[in-house]
Structures are given as structure tokens and as C-alpha cells.
């Protein structure tokens, strides 16, 4: 598991971090499930506290940013050909 090391909570404005559920609500999710695995696999920056996870609205809106990157790079690679070259055609 992949956390943070950030200064201490007590160091850090309570004020700015969020529970994965407010995190949840925030980005529009409809459970925690994604930004826990986000947590977990460190694609999401959180810190340890009560309650397990805590992360702030800029972590939130880092991690988001980037799985709306990456869904430009889904799904199969365009051939490097020119258009049509690779295409059959009919005889």
C-alpha cells in the first residue's frame, strides 16, 4: 500500500482534507470502491488518519485529471500507415 509521507495531520489544517466519501461525492462517483483502489494502488495521494484515508481537493482533482488523460489512450493503436493502405480491397 502506497500512502503519502506527508507532516503530520496535526501539522496540516484539519480543514483541507476529505474523507474518501466526501472525495466520492465531490468527483460525482457513486461509491468510494474506485478512489480506495486509487489509494491503494498510489494513484490517488492520501494520507493515513481516522478514517483510514484522507486526501484533499487538489490530490482529488490531480488524480482525476489524469484517468480523464488516460482515457484518450484506450482501446486499440491506429495503424502508422497513410489512411487506406492497410484497408482490402475488393476484386
Known amino acids: 500500500m502506497v500512502v503519502a509521507e506527508l507532516a503530520p495531520l496535526d501539522v496540516m489544517e484539519e480543514s483541507e482534507f ?3 466519501a466526501e472525495a466520492a461525492q465531490e468527483a460525482g462517483y457513486s461509491s468510494t470502491s474506485s478512489l480506495q483502489r486509487a489509494a491503494r494502488l498510489g494513484r490517488l495521494k492520501t494520507v493515513r488518519g481516522e478514517p483510514p484515508y484522507l ?4 490530490w482529488l482533482h490531480e488524480y482525476l485529471a489524469s484517468v480523464q488523460a ?3 489512450r484506450r482501446g486499440r493503436p ?3 500507415g497513410q489512411e487506406g493502405q492497410g484497408d482490402a480491397q475488393p476484386r
Open 55 to 58: 486526501t484533499t481537493r487538489a
Open 18 to 20: 476529505l474523507t474518501l
Open 70 to 72: 488516460e482515457k484518450g
Open 78 to 80: 491506429r495503424s502508422g
